[in-house]
């Protein structure tokens, strides 16, 4: 469904573009048995039939055509992990370029080390056995300009990598010359139709030896793992640091990167951008005692959220700004499809000229191409103005019922304090969470003065509860839209 030609196809349908849908296949149209019936539907509600190669396609014909079309997909990756299977056993590479090799020219499946980025690997073991964390090491491999394996810098995790899924610099078992696979499996989200990763229980990995990819010696690849086994036994028993009010959601403002806890001294626990702390990619290495933070939050919010009047005004002013877009971009629709409807008559006239009078087509076929040309070039342009604008309106009882929602959250907020975890607190951060989108710190080094911005999701806003935009109370709120990109000046 999110296939880009896909989208075009539907909304060609929706202008009234064409009246039959042609296809080699319904298999050409979607392997998948929900999204093929969904789009069956709206052709059916706006007449369009569908045609393949046999002939009409009906509801039932189309209903086992796309059941067959799915199967084949789930049969296609049996057959697919069956044959990589095999190219395990072969000892060969099964997919997946590890940093410091290549895939070796005109032999499938193998693989061959590349000498520059091999010498990276071993100086990260070496510096990682001397004693560095993986945050050093990104530091330094950044410094020095060297090139990541994808991406724009090294961090930590790059180096570092996740137990569960074998990753990562430090934990990729072929640069012992041992080559692993099926750690991870692909599974696609039906909301979205993208493909995301799920570690494999090691059971299920295959793995097949290779010493001629070998990079680190056994001895040093052994002593990097004991090392971390180690680490990882140092900081286990150290419970999670229960959540904070705006885990998650705070911002530095010199990079844009998010900020996490980097422990706590006398004033209690500080945040500092992760930009810096584990790729040294950000300058600003300034730590802030997240207490004060939540406090200007907290207070901004108060502010904010005691005076529905002012929430009032902020939706008025919202709603008047998208009636005007709303208005300018359906005058403009209106005038193009009045021009569409213009250049369908002139082009039917100049046809009926050429069979009724006998005129030569040659003296009419360059004025019908420009008015052809000019119809797709106003067709790209309706396309890219979009559906007619939805204006969200607040009626009165609406309102009043948001109102109400106000002030139940202005009293959990005054009833609870940052640290607080009992009780209605963890309520408190889920209605945080649910209007604030982030919260952009800017600190600058040196100075003990910091400014705060809070953004919120105005979708969510829109339909209670909403706080409006203005500045106040330590920190500059700001309302912002959840789906679509910000109107100006609001």
Not at 65 to 81: D, I, K
Not at 135 to 146: E, P, Q, S, V
Not at 301 to 325: G, H, Q, S
Request: aromatic share 4%; charged share 30%; glycine share 8%.
């Amino acid at each position: 469904m999110n296939r880009p030609g896909f989208r075009d196809m539907m909304r060609a349908a929706e202008q009234r573009g064409f009246d039959v849908l042609i296809a080699e296949d319904i298999d050409r149209i979607s392997r998948d048995q929900s999204d093929y019936h969904a789009a069956r539907k709206r052709l059916d509600f706006l007449d369009i039939a569908i045609h393949t190669a046999t002939g009409k396609i009906t509801k039932m014909d189309g209903a086992l055509r796309a059941l067959m079309g799915e199967m084949f997909l789930e049969n296609l990756a049996l057959h697919t992990r069956r044959g990589l299977e095999g190219v395990i056993r072969d000892g060969r590479h099964a997919g997946g370029r590890a940093y410091g090799y290549r895939a070796k020219p005109g032999c499938a499946g193998e693989l061959e080390i590349v000498e520059d980025e091999a010498e990276i690997v071993r100086r990260i073991f070496a510096e990682y056995l001397a004693g560095a964390n993986a945050r050093t090491i990104a530091a330094r491999l950044n410094a020095d300009h060297i090139a990541p394996p994808r991406g724009t810098a090294w961090n930590a995790s790059t180096i570092n990598g996740n137990t569960a899924r074998g990753g990562g610099i430090l934990l990729n078992e072929i640069y012992s010359g041992r080559i692993v696979w099926n750690k991870v499996r692909m599974i696609k989200d039906p909301a979205t139709g993208k493909r995301i990763s799920r570690p494999n229980p090691k059971e299920q990995h295959r793995t097949a030896e290779a010493e001629h990819l070998r990079i680190i010696d056994a001895e040093t690849w052994n002593a990097a793992q004991e090392r971390k086994q180690e680490r990882r036994k140092l900081f286990f028993h150290k419970a999670r640091s229960p959540a904070r009010m705006l885990s998650g959601l705070l911002k530095c403002g010199s990079c844009g990167g998010a900020m996490s806890s980097v422990g706590a001294d006398k004033g209690g626990v500080r945040v500092q951008c992760s930009a810096f702390r584990e790729a040294g990619t950000c300058k600003n290495g300034r730590r802030v005692h997240i207490d004060e933070i939540e406090r200007r939050v907290l207070d901004s919010l108060r502010t904010n959220l005691d005076n529905p009047v002012l929430i009032a005004e902020f939706a008025a002013t919202y709603n008047a700004e998208r009636k005007r877009l709303a208005q300018t971009k359906d005058a403009r629709r209106e005038k193009i499809e009045k021009r569409q409807s213009e250049i369908t008559r002139e082009i039917t006239r100049a046809i009926d000229a050429i069979v009724k009078t006998n005129i030569e087509p040659a003296s009419l076929t360059s004025r019908i191409k420009e008015l052809e040309s000019e119809r797709e070039t106003l067709a790209i342009e309706i396309a890219a103005i979009g559906e007619p604008v939805n204006v969200i309106t607040l009626h009165p009882a609406a309102l009043s019922q948001y109102r109400n929602s106000v002030e139940t959250l202005a009293a959990l907020l005054k009833n609870n304090q940052p640290g607080d975890r009992p009780g209605e607190t963890a309520n408190l951060f889920e209605s945080l969470h649910g209007l604030i989108e982030r919260v952009i710190v800017s600190a600058p080094p040196g100075i003990r003065r910091f400014e705060i911005e809070i953004e919120g999701r105005l979708a969510a806003l829109m339909a209670a509860p909403l706080f409006p935009s203005r500045s106040d109370g330590g920190g500059l709120v700001v309302a912002r839209e959840g789906l679509e990109p910000p109107t100006p000046g609001l």
